[in-house]
Nanobody, 115 residues
Framework: QVQLVESGGGLVQAGGSLRLSCTAS????????MGWYRQAPGNERELVAS???????TYAASVKGRFTISTNNAKNTVYLQMNSLQPEDTAVYFC?????????WGQGTQVTVSS
């Protein structure tokens, strides 16, 4: 059973930065496309960034130029560097693969940006 554990969230002022981490135990993801998702209260979960096994990255328009996704395959970890954070980035952030059958979701990590 794959377990995803996200960490690194917190409370930050607008304009600040955070670095999120997500580690997968029970499987390796170096050959999968991995993504970071977020879900704000009352909203559906949305994909904000993804990275393929070859390192190709894709970002939602709302975060492009501010967020950077990366991986450390040796550590089975995917990261999300978030800069210039805005209040609208407030959400619970999750990671998962982008396959048709995804792994069980982790608990996520809360990011709160104050204005």
């Amino acid at each position: 059973q794959v377990q995803l554990v996200e960490s690194g969230g917190g409370l930050v002022q607008a304009g600040g930065s955070l670095r999120l981490s997500c580690t997968a135990s029970g499987s390796t993801f170096w050959f999968r496309t991995m993504g970071w998702y977020r879900q704000a209260p009352g909203n559906e979960r949305e994909l904000v960034a993804s990275i393929t096994s070859s390192g190709t990255t894709t970002y939602a328009a709302s975060v492009k130029g501010r967020f950077t996704i990366s991986t450390n395959n040796a550590k089975n970890t995917v990261y999300l560097q978030m800069n210039s954070l805005q209040p609208e980035d407030t959400a619970v952030y999750f990671c998962n693969n982008l396959q048709a059958v995804q792994w069980p979701w982790g608990q996520g990590t809360q990011v709160t940006v104050s204005s």
